[in-house]
């Protein structure tokens, strides 16, 4: 790796957090009008996650498929942090704004992590893993 390479590198991790925060608050969303948290989405945006990295990244390969899996993990972290602070602006009869700003990152990634199941973690290696392999894997 050049010197000059890095700057693209750090341009690339940026992005991919971009992304996985986009798609975790698209997942949220989906979520909401279900009126259940849907950890199976993980997959799909695995699969949304990879395909985006796949069309942005020259060459696919470990590099490829580290971004997507960080992307999805990310979307996933995101996804459960914005559930856990809607839960939480519910009982309290908050707006969504006011209670992201009230709790804080801390309060929110601990009753995100508290909410979790052991299938979820299940449902979002899946997805992680799912968009590792399809970033990695050479097109036709």
Known sequence: MKPLDVPLYLFAL???AM???????T??????YMS??????????????AWAVRHWIRRP??????LAAFATLLAALYFN??????????NFGL???????????????SLARLGLRPVDWAWYAAGALLAAWLAWRRGR
């Open 81 to 90: 942090v914005l559930m856990a602070a809607i839960k939480l602006a519910g």
């Open 95 to 109: 707006r969504l704004t006011d209670t992201l700003h009230t709790a804080g990152a801390g309060m929110l990634v």
């Open 14 to 16: 940026f992005c991919a």
């Open 36 to 49: 259940r948290p849907a950890p199976w989405l993980a997959l799909v945006a695995g699969v949304v996650l």
């Open 19 to 25: 992304m996985g925060m986009a798609v975790g608050a």
């Open 61 to 66: 390969g470990p590099g490829a498929a580290v």
């Open 27 to 32: 997942w949220m969303v989906a979520a909401m």
